[in-house]
């Protein structure tokens, strides 16, 4: 992505936020802002109740505060689905005492939280990318209502019929509007006063309000080989098409972002909604070339439920 281009991508954002930087960017020509990530839309309060946000907060050895924040689906009263890279590093799943999750508002400011009893990454993260794990909370919150998980079934039935037609999906999160790298956004906002500027920042970077995007499917042996073509190897790096799903924007440029990962995808199946991806990596966000690449539920339904069960069961023994 050029220098020119973010700069457009953060004038368009700007005149639709509500014009915080003024008059000074009125007239900019900032187009219809479709390059964004989560291209538009906020979420309305209840549209989407199992997304939670998943908060991660540590003091590290030189005793700096560090908060980490992921999104996540509550897919039963007490176990949130989320991505086990937002749960480990290096193989050492994160202490449940540093985690958090916020549940019941589309605000960030609004969100009530809960207490995380256990953190589960998948076993095979890093040794194959299963980018997947569970959070098992320390109280089930029965106001909300779970989404299903993908059974295989579910994703035979998207994939039938029609074959020009791929399956269309939503995402959803907290995550940046835009991937603008390493650019310190303050400081090319100054000129707007310091004020304004972080609030450009913030705006972009964690914005307050949950928002969505409609995605379409991206053949995932395209995409793997889009991946291994660019370089992109190991685990983490590479699509695996059993294991993996890929998606891009249904209109225009669109995807999750940093902060989206651990995240829903999901279909609409039948009437109901039906969680089909865990929001995983990309290259950049909403990339020109480079669709977002998900975790595959369905291909981790049992280990999703064998783990839930087992989790359940060992509580029930240690109570004996
Ligand atoms: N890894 C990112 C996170 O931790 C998610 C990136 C998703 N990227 C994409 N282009 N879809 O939040």
Redesign the pocket.
Known sequence: MTGRSIAYQLLALLSLSGGLAGPALAGAGAGDGSEMIVNGVVVDEGQIPWQVLVTRTWTTDKGETWIGT?GGSLIAPQWVLT?A??LEEEGVANKAAEMEVGYGSVHRNKLKTVKVEQVIPHADYESKGSDIGLIKLKQPIGILKPIEIAAPEIDATLHAGNSNAAPTYTVSGW?RLL?VGGMDLESQFQQFGAQAAQQIAEAIYSPEQLRKVDLVEFDVKDCSELYQKAGYSGPTGTVDVERNICAEGKTGRA????????GPLVAKVQGRYVQIGV?????????EV?P??YTKVSSYTDWINDTMHATAASDASAKQ
Do not use: P, R
């Open positions: 992921c991505a890279h937002c995550g991937d995807d999750s972002c940093q902060g989206d990962s651990g929001v995983s990596w990309g290259h950049s966000c909403a990339d480079f977002g690449v």
